[in-house]
């Protein structure tokens, strides 16, 4: 906890992963105070405790890290688990934010007290009050299970909860779900497990993770307009991979990037190998025989729920922040309308890896929470009353889009204050005519 100035002008940053570092360094650089905690034992978040260990990034090194702390020239174009917490651990310290930090301290209550700060409560039994609460909690922890009528016999393990082969050694698997874990998953199976299966309710869109020799994430193409984005990763899936019907798979049935889609082909490659046998959704569960929607079915040890997350923030209180189907309705993908002091960040996910955005991303937010001293709304409640600003409507979030939208908005910044300074004065003169009326 860093020392000498009063919680009370504080902002608490909860999460040390990619974000809540990403963040604290820019409140470091523009002189705010605040505080860091996480609940886990450390710097690194979901590189500390939330992957497997062989997981490696499918975003490259250069769509990954922060744009002012490149990561080392020795590492792989496409980093290890153990390799981003090292990075990710020599930017927390060489950013001098870890004696602002505590680890073991997890957050269980943040509300608004009525005087303007927040009361925050931890899972020890302390309570402190902060000026104002930085949300970087991630979105990967709160998992999402699959639901089938019937109840399987077997055991099921969470994609969050998988820590390497020896969890499927031996065993009849069936995945759900074939985003990156699953995909990850079913290969491991399909090398180590008796037998793997995968079950997709639709078709996936799946990018090679390299091409021409580069990474994909790396190739002059994430700056286009976003149907020309589409027109060529759709080539370069006909070069490279062809119709994904060829592999027993579904045909997307929506556009790229309307959902997240998986980077790699290794599941393209199992399927070729017999490791791997794709399955259509599941219909019903009976003991540990699944049957599947076409009419085929199948036996099971353990099926590998790689069916996602939800986006939550339980330490905050009902009404403060409103979730719609994983969609956080904030503005400027931060500020909710009508709460002064409580910004959630890092809840949408990059296309193609946090890197490119979450550094001047976390330079706008500070300089906003710095803004908000000299406001009197809260910014989230001025940018509602802007035509310009509307609520997210996906998670998914076009990097190169969100940057052009950053540098814009340091332009916009002052205009804001002209808004506040002229909403205050509207809100003083109908305040003095209701009293005059009254009188
Ligand atoms: C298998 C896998 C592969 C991935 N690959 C990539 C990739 O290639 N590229 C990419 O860009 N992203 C990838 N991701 C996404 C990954 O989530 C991000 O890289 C990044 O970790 C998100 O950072 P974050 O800081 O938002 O959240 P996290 O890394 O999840 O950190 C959030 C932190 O908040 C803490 N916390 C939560 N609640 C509390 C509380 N109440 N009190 C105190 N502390 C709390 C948690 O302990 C955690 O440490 C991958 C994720 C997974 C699971």
Redesign the pocket.
Known sequence: MSEGISTLERHLV???????LAMAAALKRRGIPFDL????SGVG????H??YRH?H???SKKA?EYTDFPMPDHYPDFPSADQMLAYLQAFAKERGILSSSEFN???TSAAPDGHGTWAVEFADGEKRTYKGVIV??????DKRYPEFSGTFAGEILHSKDYRGPEQLTGKRVLVIGGG??GVDMACDAGRFGRSCDISLQTGYWYLPKTFLGRPLTDIPLWGLPIFLQRLILKAIIAVTIGDYRRYGLQKPNHKIFDRHPAFGTDLLNAIRLGRVKPRPAIDRVEGKTITFVDGTTGTYDLIVAATGFNTSFP?LRDGLVKVERGVVQVYGGAFPPGVRGLYIV?WAQ?RN??GRLVTPLADLYARMIQLQDELTFPLGTLMETSFTQSLPTTHLVDPEKSRREIRMAHWILPFLKLRDRRMARNKLKAEKSRITARA
């Open positions: 909860i999460g040390a992963g990619p974000v809540g905690v996480d609940a886990a978040g979901n590189w500390l939330g992957v997981a990034i499918v975003s990954t301290k997890k957050v970087c909690n991630g979105h990967h922890w990156n874990s330490f890092g990059a890896g946090f």
